[in-house]
């Protein structure tokens, strides 16, 4: 089955871009995702990216997608202390199931 | 995006006993999903809450323990059953509408703690 992993934890300095990485294992992936998670909440989605394409772009948020090494990342520019969360990517391939990352913990420090 | 309403948020309840967690979404959706997340832990998805049928489990997941309804496109509860320590979680109800490309919608959770 699908295996999407994540690094646990990124701390950047307001201000700064965030760059949080996901690889997955299954090339048949059809979209990949991001979500964010508040303490205390459900799962926001944040952005998404079809498996076709390289690159999206959504205000502060840039997705960057490398198909032949199955790794995806989330760039957030100028980052504010509002966007410190977990980031959970995700990755939808047979039966529309989505397998989630284990999740990166963002801190930002003013 | 569908708005979803999941109840209660929050609940602490002795071991033994079940909880039933309600999910309501604002328009009729394709698919309804249930995961579990475990404390400091990712997302696993339960099962998939099918219209008029049985729920599709996964692996390790059985419906005597987690049994799920879905009377119709909008509306689905998952079961929590005999429940021990081992069960505290937040569960989360999740939509997707398969005419639609941008993923699925989450709920807030339902925080469980088993004293």
């Known amino acids: 089955g699908e295996d999407v992993e994540q690094s646990l934890f990124l701390s950047v300095r307001e201000g700064d871009s965030s760059v949080i990485n996901c690889t997955y294992t299954d090339s048949s992936s059809t979209y990949l995702y991001w979500y964010k998670q508040e303490p205390g909440a459900g799962l926001q989605l944040l952005t998404y990216i079809f498996s076709n394409m390289d690159m999206k772009q959504d205000q502060r948020l840039t997705v960057l997608l490398n198909k032949k090494d199955k790794h995806l990342s989330l760039r957030i520019a100028d980052t504010q202390t509002g966007d410190s969360a977990i980031y959970f990517c995700?990755?939808?391939?047979?039966?529309?199931?989505?397998?989630f990352g284990g999740g990166t913990r963002v801190l930002v420090k003013p | 995006s569908a708005v979803i309403s999941q109840k209660p948020s929050r609940d602490i309840c002795q071991r033994g006993t079940s909880l039933t967690i309600q999910c309501q979404v604002d328009?009729?959706?394709?698919?309804m999903f249930w995961y579990r997340q475990q404390p400091g832990q990712s997302l696993t998805l339960i099962a998939t809450?099918?219209?008029?049928?049985?729920?599709?489990?996964e692996s390790g997941f059985v419906i005597d323990k987690f049994p799920i309804s879905r009377p119709n496109l909008t509306f689905s509860t998952l079961t929590v059953s005999n429940m021990s320590p081992e069960d505290s979680s937040i569960y989360l109800c999740?939509?997707?509408?398969?005419?639609?490309?941008?993923?699925?919608?989450f709920g807030q959770g339902t925080r469980l703690t088993v004293v």
């Open positions: 995700a990755a939808k391939a047979a039966g529309n199931k989505l397998t």
């Open positions: 809450a099918n219209q008029g049928s049985e729920a599709t489990y």
């Open positions: 328009s009729q959706v394709t698919m």
């Open positions: 999740s939509v997707e509408d398969l005419s639609a490309v941008d993923g699925a919608f």
